[in-house]
């Protein structure tokens, strides 16, 4: 069955990085598009960072300079590597697929904090 297992999470002190992993198995990705979201406590899922099957992206506003997605077509995953981290992207960031229907991993935490 698909499977979308995030991993890379943690906890950093601001100003530091993290790169986030989002393997997928039972099927390949390549021509589908694959998105990043986060939820923090208390608030609604929002749209990070998107990658489409040619490889162009999309960043939101509030992390577009620091945080870069990228991916592996014959690994079959999907990265996020997340520079200048501040406190307000603590979050529990989600990996998506599109295609064939949506697909969602089971999120991993992410914490900034001193």
């Known amino acids: 069955q698909v499977q979308l297992v995030e991993s890379g999470g943690g906890l950093v002190q601001p100003g530091g990085s993290l790169r986030l992993s989002c393997a997928v198995s039972?099927?390949?990705?390549?021509?589908?598009?694959m998105d990043w979201y986060r939820q923090a406590p208390g608030k609604e899922r929002e749209l990070v960072a998107t990658i489409s099957s040619g490889g162009t992206t999309y960043y939101a506003d509030s992390v577009k300079g620091r945080f870069t997605i990228s991916k592996d077509n014959a690994k079959n995953t999907v990265y996020l590597q997340m520079n200048s981290l501040r406190p307000e992207d603590t979050a529990v960031y989600y990996c998506?697929?599109?295609?064939?229907?949506?697909?969602w991993g089971q999120g991993t935490q992410v914490t900034v904090s001193s």
């Open positions: 998506k697929m599109e295609r064939p229907w949506a697909t």
């Open positions: 039972g099927i390949t990705f390549s021509y589908t598009p």
